[in-house]
């Protein structure tokens, strides 16, 4: 049984900065043997988009919205993913969910359902 646990999430105003940590429990899968982990976002009323990828070599893929202002590491002797996010906007409202792929598809994953493990989320309120 694999478990993402997210935290991180506040309230902060336009400009500020949060890191935000998912903390991967379970014996079997630890960060260092996914494929793939990310991050996504999801605004009320909104479909869950991603924000960043980043695969088990370490390259990282970022969505246009947020590229040059988030950075997604992974620290696998802590088992943990984090999102680094700076110059925040009132748009980066959401709630965070990360989530993690076993196998390799040989393309990146970008939607939710391409992901076999998913956290319950942490909420980023951005306000002006």
């Known amino acids: 049984q694999v478990q993402l646990v997210e935290s991180g999430g506040g309230s902060v105003q336009v400009g500020g900065s949060l890191r935000l940590s998912c903390a991967v429990f379970g014996y079997t899968y630890s960060t260092y043997y996914m494929a793939y982990m990310a991050w996504f976002r999801q605004a009320p009323g909104k479909q869950r988009d991603w924000v960043a990828v980043i695969g088990s070599d370490g390259s990282t893929t970022y969505a246009d919205s947020v590229k040059g202002r988030f950075t997604v590491s992974k620290d696998n002797n802590k088992n943990t993913l984090y999102l680094q996010m700076n110059s925040l906007k009132p748009e980066d409202t959401a709630m965070y969910y990360c989530?993690?792929?076993?196998?390799?598809?040989?393309?990146?994953?970008?939607?939710?359902?391409?992901?076999?493990?998913g956290g319950q989320g942490t909420q980023v309120t951005v306000s002006s």
């Open positions: 989530a993690a792929r076993t196998n390799n598809l040989g393309i990146q994953p970008l939607t939710w359902s391409d992901y076999d493990y």
